[in-house]
């Protein structure tokens, strides 16, 4: 294969070398169950816990407040549910917004279906949460606000310290699917009235198949995952040692460049932005300008549609996304640009590109000219385009 | 996910554009959906159709069904064309994934959409065809850049 | 460290260096998301069904019939608590057995507190379900029958194939938890009458973290983690494909080696337990003598305590367990030792060794030493010995 | 899990064994919780401790309290053993897992037990000592083999 250009940094990211590096040893040496009491086993669970310090250390939480999980949807699910079942008797309403990943909107709609109440807030068109909506929202049976800290398809960054002061007001749990944003931008759980947390390792350089929920201590919460006594009898399961030892050296090296990486980022990001904005006609950027992650860019082109858009930029051997990455392949077009308030033919010609460090001038240069070839190919194939210069 | 024949219907799709005054368009499909399939026919004294010329907004899929549905009205007459379903056109691209099927029917139903024109236009009936239901039924409003 | 011998491979197997070679490609090369539609990415989807072949081959099953999942434990709790939702309507009577992984009896018990009954059946002397019990404990209102096929602390394996037919005959669904089972024993789903199944990588020289669910066509269940589409939408969360790679690499040599590996290791068992048994005095097995694991051998060794050993054993290179290992550091007894009906102070003394074809005769030898010294150590300072010498 | 003292008062454990014609013997404990103590004391006309052993089945951290417990009451008057706590037992051990805390409580009865059983023998009231509750309550059926 050529030279691949890797556009779709929010979608799953490369495991770092350093990261395979400190998980290998894990799998055919220290292989052992962390809850044996042999020695030869005790020393994983001291990695185990190692990774976990890193991570809390990184939320400014305490390490007893950090559980593993699966990953961040298993996250998600867990602290939605397991709230929703311990606070059943205090009430069944629970707020959201429309712009949640399907990992936190389908299972609100699940609660729905065992009578629970949940309110889907709007945003507005850069898909900032209305904090004023928030508060008319709330219920004497409101038992969770669960908003994400940043959108995973326009890299929107929710006014996230407001929402906890006001979660805090009412005596309402807060919870944030902070799967994009996790060790990308600062975060510090006390200082933003956080009460629980998701994040997932692959999207930030470490292994897939590994995620936490923070918990803040205090919070009653059931498991969602019975069994065996692990991870504070919180969630049952053999420990993922490698996975878990991964995690902890992302998260290490995450946190100790984020400050640089997002600056070189949101340079690269911002040239990439200007060029298409300026060179490809009838385009939008989705999303804030300014409160967004640094790596993200979504545009929308007029009069063409996503997929061919993506399966050309693939012959060019460019990765990117347009939807996120787990719905694409249906039809319906993103939720999170319907909520926005796109029309659904510019909804459905939709791109993201989410970039890395490792992304250079070159590259963008290379995918701002294909991006232009392409988009002016399917618009000359176009019916919408061709009604479009008709009418003018 | 999708074979090399709808591959090469997408990246080299053929009959591309438009046709002036043509015998016959027909613009099936929404933006709703994500696709929007319009075939413009030229059909000659005879019956034959012989020219043809597609636009598509739409997946690779929708592309490639638009491109390969061309292909096989051109030269056929308005009767051999009737017979052409989405099923013809999914063999002659060695098959679609399943989401993708609606494609396929969409591409049939341009063709059908097409002829309906053709025949209203030239106030004849064609044995077989039926009004085509599927058309852009809502103009999504615009926005603003 | 010294020369370890590792004798608890029902707790965790080391990783095959081929199944770690088998993953790293997926970690820094071919990282793409399996549900991204690039080239770059669908190649992580293909390796992934890859391996759902070889797992569904090993089962006789159908590969649209196995659905990946973060472990042995998520696949019980999806198992049966998604079953009980689904087919609430039907009924809400559950039937299990006493001696289970807490990873079903734990959910049972959750599900008990949600309005489910549950019927925990006994086992015989060997760890057997009595089949006339299981007969008549089936109720109009029973919707699944979850037995696990073979029993991580003392290896007992079910009659599967009966149990199946019971279900069949009865129409009711059967889960059995197969983590200890699958690729040690010979399966096949279609033949045993099962419905679905549970297994985990880390049990057979795979990594931890992954596991799945067999669910046979038709069966209609829920979901446990709701989000994206992945797994046929019946289980969301981006695929762990190193995981889900290792898994199948593990799963294949596995398969091949079964018989061999079989052979080779019931025979060390067999010399493990007849030295054992003729050396150390006041001494049994656990479990049934032939209807059970290639590679478990369960003792109990009267007035002492099983930690004490344990530790000992530890500090002679030795590893390995009492009770299960993830309840290891609680003070109950084994309730497995229990249910087949031993008594409090002898079910604290005992031990599990569970071999891997890599135990040589020599460390058998090494280790039958450590424990007559051990176990003759303890007994000297135990008052219960004192007490059972004088009484003589 | 243990500290580097409680490993060593475990792989060591002193004062092992049994004292004939014990001035005290105390067990306290039972099966069924997996952790039994016996002390046996030799107690002076002089009221100081001379010697004392004992027999453990328990857990490590069972054996390595037994084992503290002997050498902290070893030539103390029966006043002063009566002031070892399952606290003093802990921290000469630099301390205990939280789930084995219960190990320590047991030691500091089985120091009770031992004394209440010399007091009774001689038919003394020691000031402060209280009967010990726990014992072996319960039995348990044995087995064959
Ligand atoms: C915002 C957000 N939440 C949740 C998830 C789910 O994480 P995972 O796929 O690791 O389970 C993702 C990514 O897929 C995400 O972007
Ligand atoms: C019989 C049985 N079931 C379930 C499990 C749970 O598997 P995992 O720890 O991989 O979640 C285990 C092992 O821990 C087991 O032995």
Redesign the interface.
Known sequence: MEKKIYLDNAATTRTRPEVVDAMLPYFTEKFGNPSSVYEFASQNKKAVDEARGTIAKALGADITEVYFTGGGTEADNWAIKATAEAYKAKGNHIITTKIEHHAVLHTCEYLEKNGYEVTYLDVDEYGIVKLDQLEKAIKPTTILITIMFANNEIGTIQPIKEIGEIAKRNKILFHTDAVQAFAQVDINVNDMGIDMLSASAHKLNGPKGIGFLYIKKGVKIRSLIHGGAQERQRRAGTENVPGVVGFGKAVEIAMATMEDRAKKEIELRDYLIKRVLAEVPYTRLNGDRVKRLPNNANFSFQFIEGESLLIMLDMNHICASSGSACTSGSLDPSHVLLAIGLPHEIAHGSLRLTLSEDNTVEEIDYTVEKIKEIVDKLRKMSPLYEDFTRKR | ??TEKVMDH??N?RN?G?IENASGVG?VGN????????MYLDIDETGVIQDVK???????A??ATSSMATELVKGKTVEEALKITNKSVMEALDGL?P?KV?CSLLAEEAIHAALWDYAEKNNIKIEGLEKPKSDIHEE????E?
Do not use: L, Q
């Open positions: 996910m999708y997408f990246s799709p591309v438009e613009t933006a709703k959906c994500g696709d929007i399939m319009r597609f636009k598509t907004f739409g997946c690779g929708a592309v994934p989401v609606h999504e409003e615009t926005i850049y």
